[in-house]
């Protein structure tokens, strides 16, 4: 068998066992309500990070580029009230804008 | 709910989707293409997107193995990427309900898009479902662009930077996040989760700052306890929203 085909089981196996774990573990138990308040919040946090790190991490690096910018258009569009798809297509044309100008 | 409503609650998941699934596709190009450069074979790639389905994982495991790193290095490494999927399954688990066999296969979907969509919707059944189009959505877009990615590969990685496309997911996770953003203990988490997870990139194996970020939400209690907070909600309504309530545009 090839590496890349163990790692593929071990990794496949893995994965899956940290995804199924909240929903076959856990189901729809109720969580005690302070828990619940915390859970409810996660969302924002999660979102803000991959946000942010979508946005200036490069590997294992903080980098500044022309990401923020489409970020910063993004959030004027949402500011705006613009549509979820103009708002990815706005924050891509200015990145690219930015990147065609440098 | 009206039927009127229901509908327009699907078709506002449906576009939010739509962005989601297609900006995956030209990632999913780079990872067929890495995989090819790395020595895998077609069938080796495509077994990647199919059973372990969670993109950022199957990069890191490619590129070590690619480098001549061991198979434990690739397999820990991924592993600890995929971490963060303990906590989507908390957040999802109460939307996901059913028999076993059907929590089984919607597991299979838990990434940061479907848990971003999903969550970011109000009510189980509406979680649910935003969950559910954007993870089989990505899913078969994910699948088949990978083997695209790995037949025809050369150049994608300088098309996504010339486009741009590397800003579209960004600007999709903070459309997502706008809404809560109007909540002050909501905001705090945010702002909080964003810090902890920029000044962790560089210190942090890569999965490591989206993870920790979740720690954010044991400050919220702060925002809560503050006086003469005209916009502060109740207990009750934070713990309990309203299963149909539906949010602003």
Known sequence: MSDAMIVLIVLASGTYALKAAGPLVLGDRALPSGLRYLVDLLPAALLAALTLVATVGDDRAVVLDARLVGLFVAGVALWRRAPFWLVVILASAATAVVRAGV | MSSAEETAIRSR???????IIAAVAPFAIVFGAAAATAGLSVWETAGFSLFVFA???????????????????????????????????????????????????????????????????????????????????????????????????????????DLGLDAAGPAAFLALLWPRLAQRDQRLVAILGAAIAVILVPLAPPGVPILAS?????????????????ERMSITELTSPAEDEVPDE
């Open chain 2, 214 to 230: 979740m720690l954010a939400v044991l400050a919220a209690p702060l925002a809560r306890r503050t006086p003469d907070d005209g």
């Open chain 2, 13 to 19: 998941i449906h576009r939010q989707a739509a962005s």
């Open chain 2, 55 to 161: 993109g950022s994982a199957q990069f890191a495991a490619v590129e070590i193995l690619g480098d001549g790193g061991s198979v434990g290095a690739a397999a820990i490494a991924g592993l600890l990427l995929n971490v963060r999927s303990l906590a989507f399954g908390v957040i999802m688990a109460p939307a996901l309900a059913g028999a076993w066999w059907q929590r089984a296969w919607m597991s299979q979907l838990m990434i940061d898009e479907s848990t971003a969509v999903g969550s970011a919707q109000s009510g189980r059944r509406w979680q649910r479902y935003g969950y559910l189009v954007t993870g089989i959505g990505v899913f078969v877009v994910w699948n088949a662009t990978t083997v695209v990615g790995h037949l025809v590969f050369s150049g994608a990685e300088e098309v996504i930077h």
